[in-house]
C-alpha cells in the first residue's frame, strides 16, 4: 500500500479546492427539494458561486433558461481574416481542383 505524505495530501487537497473555486450553481426558489434543474423550469433561480468552502449568493434570475445562460455563456464569435489578394494570372477556384483551361487559350 502507497502511503503518501502529509505535505502531499495537502498539496492535492488544495489543488482539488482551487479547481473547483469558482464553479457557479443555480438553485431553485420552491418548497421541493432539489433535484434535478429539469424540474419547475419557470421557477425563479438563486445563482451561487463555490468559494472553496462554502456556497455564496451571486444574484438572482427569474427561470431556468435565464440561469443557463448566465452559467454558460456562448463561446466568443471568431472574427475571420480578410480576403487575401489573389495573385495576378490566379483565377478563381483551389489549387489542383480548378477546372483546366482548354489548349488553345493556354497558348495564346
Do not use: Y
Amino acid at each position: 500500500m502507497h502511503e503518501e505524505s502529509l505535505e502531499e495530501w495537502a498539496r492535492r487537497r488544495e489543488e482539488r479546492r482551487n479547481a473547483t473555486r469558482g464553479k457557479l450553481r443555480a438553485v431553485p426558489l420552491t418548497e421541493m427539494p432539489h433535484r434535478g434543474a429539469h424540474v419547475d423550469p419557470e421557477a425563479p433561480r438563486v445563482i451561487e458561486r463555490w468559494t472553496g468552502t462554502e456556497w455564496e449568493t451571486v444574484g438572482l434570475v427569474e427561470n431556468l433558461a435565464a440561469a443557463k445562460a448566465l452559467m454558460f455563456p456562448p463561446p466568443p464569435i471568431e472574427e475571420k481574416p480578410a480576403q487575401w489578394d489573389r495573385p495576378p494570372g490566379l483565377g478563381p477556384g483551389r489549387g489542383r481542383h480548378r477546372k483546366p483551361t482548354p489548349a488553345e487559350e493556354r497558348d495564346t
